[in-house]
């Protein structure tokens, strides 16, 4: 049994922001509490009542479209955040660990408080963008398919800014960017190739990109760049240059031997 401090400060944390009295006990009064069977796969992002997941006991197992393990979320973490919004994200799934019981709480209380509050309809949706960007990674960089690095990977990630790109715009090379992820849309690269949604590339301003789609992409300035490198030193080693394929260690050629074939390309290793 669950005393109401316990499930308010879960539902604080999850929003990111303090919401009023009144407000904070319509969530509770209308949310679902759940237990969920040990390794039962009980949730799915494109089949999923659309809502906000928030672990209260036990542990949830996150996988992905293989159905490999990507994280294990604790007492007080959430997931969902895609189903809240309508682009389209990559598929991710559920497993119940032991002991799970989960609050959820739904899209018509959610949609009030993201229409009033800003912050909390930004953190959901920046919560929703960052894991896409994780799964990205992990699928088209040829990131370790290793749990424990999850966490690192995603406080790198959050420090790389997002920028929407029209078809035609000009690179903000100004701004002094070290890394590059795309995460939608379509830019070439000097030699008329399309890059890698996910791949993490380095390029130079005189390196000549096009941008021929409505894009979204994320940038890294050289100032976060050792900050990142300290919540993930990995990153260095699948950082591409312009078009070229990232060195792969003997264990990430083990670990995706479930992903997709793809083409083959030289390989080079960026020195930061």
């Given at each position: 049994?669950f005393?109401?401090?316990n499930?308010?400060?879960?539902?604080t944390s999850?929003?990111?922001e303090?919401?009023?009295?009144q407000?904070?006990?319509?969530c509770?009064e209308?949310?679902e509490t759940?237990?969920?069977?040990?390794?039962?796969?009980f949730?799915?992002?494109?089949?999923a009542?659309?809502g906000?997941?928030?672990?209260?006991?036990g542990?949830?197992?996150?996988?992905?479209?293989?159905?490999n393990?990507v994280?294990?979320?604790?007492a007080?973490e959430s997931?969902?955040?895609?189903?809240l919004?309508e682009?389209?994200?990559?598929?991710y799934?559920?497993?119940a660990s032991h002991n799970l019981?989960?609050?959820?709480?739904?899209q018509e209380?959610?949609q009030?408080?993201?229409d009033k509050?800003p912050?909390?309809?930004?953190?959901?949706?920046?919560k929703?963008d960052?894991w896409?960007l994780?799964?990205?990674?992990r699928?088209?960089s040829?990131?370790?398919?290793?749990?424990?690095q999850?966490?690192g990977l995603?406080q790198?990630?959050?420090?790389f800014?997002?920028y929407?790109?029209?078809?035609?715009a000009k690179?903000p090379?100004e701004?002094?960017?070290?890394?590059?992820?795309?995460?939608?849309?379509?830019?070439l690269?000097?030699?008329n190739?399309?890059?890698t949604?996910g791949?993490i590339y380095?390029f130079?301003?005189?390196?000549?990109?096009?941008?021929?789609?409505?894009?979204?992409?994320y940038?890294l300035?050289q100032e976060d760049l050792?900050?990142?490198l300290?919540?993930?030193?990995?990153l260095?080693e699948?950082?591409?240059?312009?078009?070229?394929r990232?060195?792969i260690s003997?264990k990430?050629?083990?670990?995706?031997?479930h992903?997709?074939?793809?083409?083959?390309?030289?390989?080079e290793?960026v020195a930061?």
């Open positions: 049994m005393v109401q401090d499930i308010e400060q879960k539902i999850a929003l990111g303090n919401i009023s009295e407000e904070l006990r319509n509770i209308t949310a759940i237990d969920v069977p040990v390794a039962k796969l949730w799915q992002v494109t089949e009542e659309k906000l997941y928030i672990v209260l006991d542990k949830v197992r996150l996988l992905d479209y293989f159905e393990l994280t294990t979320l604790s007080g997931f969902g955040e895609a189903t919004f682009q389209q994200f990559i598929p799934a559920g497993r019981k989960i609050c959820f709480l739904k209380v959610l009030s408080l993201m509050y912050k909390i309809r930004q953190k959901l949706l920046d929703a960052i896409d994780l799964l990205l990674c699928q088209n040829q990131f370790p398919q290793y749990s424990s999850v966490s995603l790198a990630l959050s420090l800014e997002k929407k790109l029209e078809a035609s690179i090379w701004q002094d960017f070290k890394l590059w992820l795309l995460h939608r849309g379509e830019i690269n000097s030699d190739e399309l890059l949604l791949k380095s130079e301003k005189q390196d000549n990109l096009q941008v021929v789609q409505p894009t979204i992409a940038f300035k050792q900050t990142a300290q919540h993930c030193p990995e260095a699948f950082i591409t240059t312009n078009g070229d990232p060195k003997p990430d050629r083990i670990s995706r031997k992903q997709p074939p793809r083409k083959n390309s030289s390989s290793t930061l």
